[in-house]
């Protein structure tokens, strides 16, 4: 009884250890605390039917940790202080999917190419021009929208066009590979012929983000339950793809809710074509771009 995490485990309930094939027991409770953590914190839900996924991931960190019990682990990574919000850092990096690459939707870079040349050809002789790749992983995704930016800016030389790239993500290790901005050289396929040379081979089946181009982008951590703040900078564009999948219905719309509240007047918003069925908002207007699922600010709100 003073053994604290067998107390801890009577008051939430989290079942005891039993070895079964290497792994200790997972019960319906550990389930529900887990995943309503998560969800808590990240948003992210994980449907009963992927409990197994939870377990595995959850235990694959506990074991290079060297613990056994999961209450051990969870009074780990709910520990108030740096620790425990290193270790939290750690389990999120597990559970979040980064699966991503160069150009991944080819209509929605389509879109953004026509709504730079419009917002570049119409603007007066200085332009500042913002765009937000939400849960952009590691990176390919930013890195694409500032190829795609720079090419637009090269047909308007008379005219002082500032525009940047904004990539953010909740996982701090995939951050820090899109900062890193190198990749394996296979990516290459995935970039069109015209916007290869924003691409230099370093060592062995490597290439590099070129500097002319990364100092149009920057990424920061972003958590997309954060959105409630105050919108302090906002954006012509924004571009958030294959993330809201992974929330419950109710969280997507609180997301997108807040989302618009950073575009600018005019603002553009490009969702991945399956993150969301029958959306509308009262202050958006669908835009008939083709395969895309794409909406622009009302401009009378
Ligand atoms: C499948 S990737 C999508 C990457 C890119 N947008 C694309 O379409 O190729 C989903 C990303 O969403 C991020 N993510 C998950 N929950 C998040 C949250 N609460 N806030 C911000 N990003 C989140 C994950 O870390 C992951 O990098």
Redesign the pocket.
């Known amino acids: 009884m003073n053994d604290p995490a067998c107390q801890f485990r009577q008051e939430t309930g989290m079942s005891s250890p039993v070895s079964r094939h290497g792994i200790p027991d997972f019960g319906d409770e550990d389930y529900r605390l887990w995943s309503e953590l998560l969800e808590r ?4 839900t994980v449907p009963s039917e992927r409990k197994t996924f939870l377990q595995t991931k959850i235990w694959s960190r506990m074991s290079e940790l060297g613990l056994s019990r999961f209450s051990d682990y969870w009074d780990l990574v709910t520990r108030q202080g740096v620790d425990g919000r290193l270790e939290w850092a750690q389990l ?2 597990r559970l ?6 160069f150009f ?2 080819k209509p929605s870079y389509e879109l953004v190419q026509e709504t730079l040349h419009r917002a570049f050809s119409s603007a007066p002789d200085i332009l500042h021009y913002r765009i937000w ?6 990176g ?2 930013a890195w694409s929208l500032a190829m795609v930016a720079d090419q637009c800016a090269a047909n308007y030389p008379q005219k002082k066009l500032y525009y940047g790239v904004i990539g ?4 701090r290790s ?1 951050i820090a590979l899109a900062q890193q901005g190198i990749y394996d050289s296979r990516h290459m396929e995935s970039i069109p012929a015209k916007m290869r040379s924003y691409l230099q081979p370093v060592g062995k089946n490597l290439i590099s983000v070129i500097a002319p181009l990364r100092k149009r982008v920057a990424f920061g951590y ?5 959105l409630e703040a105050a919108a302090t900078v906002r954006y012509d564009l924004i ?5 809201l ?3 419950s219905r109710e969280t997507r719309l609180k997301i997108l809710d807040n989302l618009i509240r950073y575009l600018k007047k005019d603002g553009i918003l490009i969702l ?1 074509p399956t993150d969301i069925s029958a959306w509308q908002h009262p202050k958006m207007v669908r835009l008939p771009a083709k395969r895309t699922l794409s909406y622009q600010l009302k401009n009378d709100v």
Do not use: K, P, Q, W
Request: charged share 15%; glycine share 4%; with cysteine.
């Open positions: 914190r990240t948003g992210i999120v990096d979040t999917v980064h699966e991503t690459s991944r939707h790749s939400v849960s952009c992983a590691t390919e995704e953010t993500d909740v996982s995939a972003f958590n997309l339950l954060n571009y958030c793809h294959n993330v999948i992974y929330f991945g």
